[in-house]
């Protein structure tokens, strides 16, 4: 499927050996992770990969829906949005990961389970969050999560872990804040952020061409795990 409005991509000759799979996370709808987990697929789609998208939010599922709206629109979405019935997430995202370069899995709301058994086959888990303190305070139940999949991950290396800012309002204090926070419990915060645009909502039911944000995201991510 191509969009119908101009959004580049170049050809990957740097395809991974068997699909990476990341898992955008947060024990708490309203944090950014189905925008994120759009945008961060448009930006690999963008370099060459081949991606899917799995909407495993068992309350909303906004991704497929936000997928379902596009085409609707005519300006679908360039990869696949799947909608899991949610038994065995872990198996299904196993077989997606021979077909496709990246598995965006777009999981979290309430579902702790589920969230725990894609992690454990996870390359790394970015946790969308919206800085306030209120959002804060849920991102132990999160981090509890990883570290009880990272015990059973099937890797030797588990899984990297990044905190993503989103919603962050320049005009207030609260990201400052939050990072400053984030920092002293000694969580993995990018520098990266996703700022507070009327443009992201905007966004919402069409293929965004604006991935500048989200680019830097990806581009900090590589460096990281480049360095490691």
């Known amino acids: 499927m191509s969009?119908?409005?101009?959004?580049?991509?170049?050809?990957?000759?740097?395809?991974?050996?068997?699909?990476?799979?990341?898992?955008?996370?947060?024990?708490?709808?309203?944090?950014?992770?189905?925008?994120?987990?759009?945008?961060?697929?448009?930006?690999?789609?963008?370099?060459?990969?081949?991606v899917v998208v799995v909407d495993a939010d068992s309350v909303s599922q906004t991704a497929y829906g936000?997928?379902?709206?596009a085409e609707a629109a005519g300006t679908p979405l360039p990869f696949?949005?799947?909608?899991?019935?949610?038994?065995?997430?872990?198996?299904?995202?196993?077989?997606?990961?021979?077909?496709?370069?990246?598995?965006?899995v777009d999981v979290g709301g309430g579902n702790a389970a589920l969230l725990a058994d894609v992690l454990e086959k996870a390359t790394r888990l970015i946790v969308t969050l919206a800085p306030s303190k209120f959002d804060q305070k849920q991102l132990a139940a999160t981090f509890k999560q990883a570290r009880t999949a990272a015990a059973g991950h099937e890797g030797e290396d588990g899984f990297a872990v990044?905190?993503?800012?989103?919603?962050?309002?320049?005009?207030?204090s609260q990201p400052?804040?939050?990072?400053?926070?984030?920092?002293?419990?000694?969580?993995p915060v990018l520098d990266a952020e996703i700022p507070a645009r009327v443009e992201y909502e905007r966004a919402i039911d069409t293929c965004p061409t604006n991935l500048d944000d989200y680019r830097a995201v990806w581009h900090e991510i590589q460096e990281a795990e480049a360095a490691a």
């Open 66 to 69: 936000w997928a379902r709206d």
């Open 176 to 187: 400052r804040e939050a990072r400053r926070q984030l920092e002293e419990d000694e969580r």
């Open 80 to 104: 696949p949005v799947e909608r899991y019935p949610f038994q065995d997430l872990g198996e299904y995202v196993t077989k997606l990961r021979k077909e496709f370069d990246h598995v965006i």
């Open 162 to 172: 990044y905190v993503l800012l989103t919603r962050a309002d320049a005009r207030t």
């Open 3 to 50: 969009p119908t409005i101009d959004l580049p991509r170049i050809e990957s000759d740097m395809r991974p050996e068997i699909g990476q799979v990341t898992v955008i996370g947060m024990l708490k709808g309203g944090a950014g992770k189905t925008t994120s987990a759009v945008y961060l697929a448009l930006v690999l789609w963008s370099l060459g990969f081949t």
